[in-house]
C-alpha cells in the first residue's frame, strides 16, 4: 500500500515515514521545504534501509499536486503539512489561512478527482480553547485562541463536511497533544530554529549553548507546583497511533477523532528535572512572566484512543528527554559547558 505523507520532511511527518517504511507500506511524500531541509529525506531512506519517491512540491499549487496524484497509486494519505507557529499565526494570520487551509482544500479535491478515500489528519490539543476541563475528550467543544488553533478546527469541520458529501471518503482526525522527543539513532528529529516558543526545543538550546538560560513561563497556575502542566508525548509513540489510524479507516465511516497523549500531564519544572537528571546537564533558571493565553493544565483523555485503536503510549519522560538531546547535541550542539 503506497501512502502519500504531506510536510513529510517535517519534525512528526518523517518520523511517521519511517514507521510505515517498518511496517511495510511503501510511503511518497511531499514537502515544500518550508520549515524543513532537503537532506531529511536520504536521511529517512538510511534509516529505513529504503528508498521512496519525494516531491518539492507546494500542497497550493494545483498543477504539481495533479501530476503527483497522476503518477502515483496512493491508497491513502497522512496530511501533516502546514505552518505551526503560534504568535507567527497571531503576527501575519493571512498565510495561515491560507497555506493550511488553502493546502487542505487543493489536497482533498485531488484525492476526490482521483479516488483516494482515506486520510489521516494531524491536529492538535490546542482546539480545546481556554475553557474545557481535563482530562480533554474528543466530544467537547471546541474553541482556539490564535489563527493557528483555528486552522486546526476550520480543518477538522471541512473533513466532516466532506466524509458527510463524499459517502466513499474516510478520515481520521488525530489531535496531538505535547509530541516532544526524537529518532533514537539521533538522526532525524525537532530542527532548532531561532528563538523556540516551545519548552522541549527551548530547553535543548540552553543546554546546547545557544541560550543563556531557560525560562519558566509563570510559577503561579492552579496545579501543584505552580508551572504549567502538559502531555508530553514521544514522537516515536505519537507516530505508532498514525499507523493504528490508517488500518482503523478500513473500518470507519465518516469522520472519527481520536486523542493522542498519554494520558498524564508533567509540569514545565517536572520536565526541566527529569531533562537536568537524565543527561547530566545543570542548566541555569529564568523566572518570567506568563505567556498570554496559556492555561494551567492540558492533558488527554486517551480512552477512546485505547479502545478503539488498541494504542496507548510506551516511551516515558525520561525517554523523551534523553532522545530529545540526543538529537539536538549529535546536530547542533556548540558547548554543554
Ligand atoms: P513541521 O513544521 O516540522 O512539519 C510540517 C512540514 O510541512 C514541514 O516540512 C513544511 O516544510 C511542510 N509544509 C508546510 N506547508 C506546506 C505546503 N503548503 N506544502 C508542502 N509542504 C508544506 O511541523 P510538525 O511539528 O512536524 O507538525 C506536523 C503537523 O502536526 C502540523 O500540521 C502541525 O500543525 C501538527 N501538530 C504539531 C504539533 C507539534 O507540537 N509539533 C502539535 C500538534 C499538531
Ligand atoms: C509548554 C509549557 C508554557 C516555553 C504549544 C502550541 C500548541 C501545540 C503545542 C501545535 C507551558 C511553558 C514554554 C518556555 C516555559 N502545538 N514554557 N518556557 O503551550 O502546550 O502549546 O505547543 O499544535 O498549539 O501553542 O506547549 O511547549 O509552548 O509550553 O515555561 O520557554 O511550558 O508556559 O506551560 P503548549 P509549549
Not at 518539492?56 to 496524484?69: G, N
Not at 479516488?115 to 476541563?133: C, D, E, H, R, W
Not at 486546526?152 to 463524499?166: P, R, S, V
Not at 528529529?189 to 528563538?195: A, D, R
Request: charged share 25%; proline share 4%.
Amino acid at each position: 500500500m503506497k501512502i502519500l505523507i504531506t510536510g513529510g520532511a517535517g519534525y512528526i511527518g518523517s518520523h511517521i515515514g519511517i514507521e510505515l517504511l517498518n511496517n511495510g507500506y511503501d510511503i511518497i511524500i511531499i514537502d515544500n521545504y518550508c520549515n524543513s531541509d532537503r537532506n531529511v529525506i536520504r536521511i529517512m531512506q538510511q534509516i529505513a534501509g529504503k528508498s521512496f519517491l519525494s516531491y518539492d512540491c507546494d500542497l497550493r499549487d494545483k498543477h504539481q499536486m495533479e501530476m503527483v496524484f497522476r503518477e502515483n497509486a496512493i491508497s491513502a494519505v497522512i496530511h501533516c503539512a502546514g505552518l505551526k507557529c503560534v504568535p507567527e499565526s497571531i503576527a501575519n494570520p493571512i498565510p495561515y489561512y491560507q497555506n493550511n487551509i488553502g493546502g487542505t482544500l487543493n489536497l482533498l479535491e485531488c484525492m476526490k478527482r482521483y479516488g483516494v478515500y482515506k486520510i489521516v489528519f494531524s491536529s492538535s490539543a490546542t482546539v480545546y480553547g481556554l475553557n474545557n476541563p481535563v482530562p480533554y475528550k474528543e466530544e467537547m467543544l471546541l474553541s482556539a485562541t490564535n489563527p493557528y488553533g483555528w486552522t486546526k478546527i476550520m480543518i477538522e469541520q471541512i473533513l466532516k463536511d466532506f466524509t458527510t458529501a463524499e459517502k466513499d471518503m474516510k478520515a481520521a482526525i488525530l489531535r496531538y497533544f505535547n509530541p516532544i522527543g526524537a529518532h533514537p539513532s539521533g538522526l532525524i528529529g525537532e530542527k532548532p530554529e531561532g528563538i523556540p516558543n516551545n519548552l522541549m526545543p527551548y530547553l535543548c538550546q540552553a543546554a546546547a549553548g545557544k541560550l543563556p538560560s531557560i525560562k519558566i513561563c509563570g510559577t503561579d497556575y492552579r496545579t501543584a507546583d505552580g508551572t504549567g502542566v502538559r502531555d508530553y508525548i514521544h514522537v516515536c509513540d505519537l507516530v505508532k497511533g498514525h499507523v493504528k489510524a490508517l488500518e482503523k479507516l478500513d473500518f470507519l465511516t465518516g469522520t472519527e477523532i481520536y486523542n493522542l497523549g498519554t494520558g498524564k500531564g508533567s509540569s514545565v519544572l517536572k520536565l526541566i528535572t527529569t531533562f537536568e537528571t537524565v543527561n547530566g546537564i545543570k542548566l541555569k533558571r529564568e523566572i518570567s512572566k506568563r505567556r498570554p493565553g496559556d492555561i494551567d493544565e492540558s492533558y488527554a483523555d486517551v480512552s477512546k484512543a485505547d479502545k478503539e485503536l488498541g494504542w496507548k503510549t510506551e516511551l516515558s519522560l525520561e525517554d523523551m528527554c534523553r532522545d530529545s538531546w540526543n538529537y539536538i547535541k549529535k546536530n547542533y550542539a556548540v558547548s554543554t559547558e
